[in-house]
């Protein structure tokens, strides 16, 4: 079920429970901008979320709203995930689902890290 991101940050959904330590997570990289934790149902040998620390909807909110120097950190971080996961050399795909159409569930922003095997067509025709 996709959620309504035209609505004001929720501070209860999932991902902000995460960011604040109150539901469990197997993190592989924290810094001032982001947080990123293996997805719970992964869908590649390697799918881990990267989520911003700061309050954004979705890729929209953020690429609306976030500061500089929040949207330096964020595309920084993702960058250095993948690479300290070592997906440089055989790549990697970045998903961010927005909105209705994008199929987004959870009404903080993240970044999909997908990889470790080649994954075909981006989209099931
Ligand atoms: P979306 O469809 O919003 O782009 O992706 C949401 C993702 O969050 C899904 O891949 C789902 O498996 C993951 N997810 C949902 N709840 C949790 C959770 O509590 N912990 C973790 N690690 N991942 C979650």
Known sequence: M?????????????????LRGEIPNRTVYRDEWALAFHDIAPQAPVHVLVIPTGAFVSWDDFS????EAEIAGFVRAVGQVARDLGLTGAGYRL???????GH???AHLHVHILAGKPLGPMLAR
């Open 2 to 18: 996709s959620v309504d991101v035209s609505l004001a940050y929720d501070d209860q959904n999932i991902f902000a429970k995460i």
């Open 64 to 67: 609306a709203r976030a500061s």
């Open 104 to 106: 987004q569930e959870v």
């Open 95 to 101: 998903l961010a689902n927005t909105g209705h159409h």
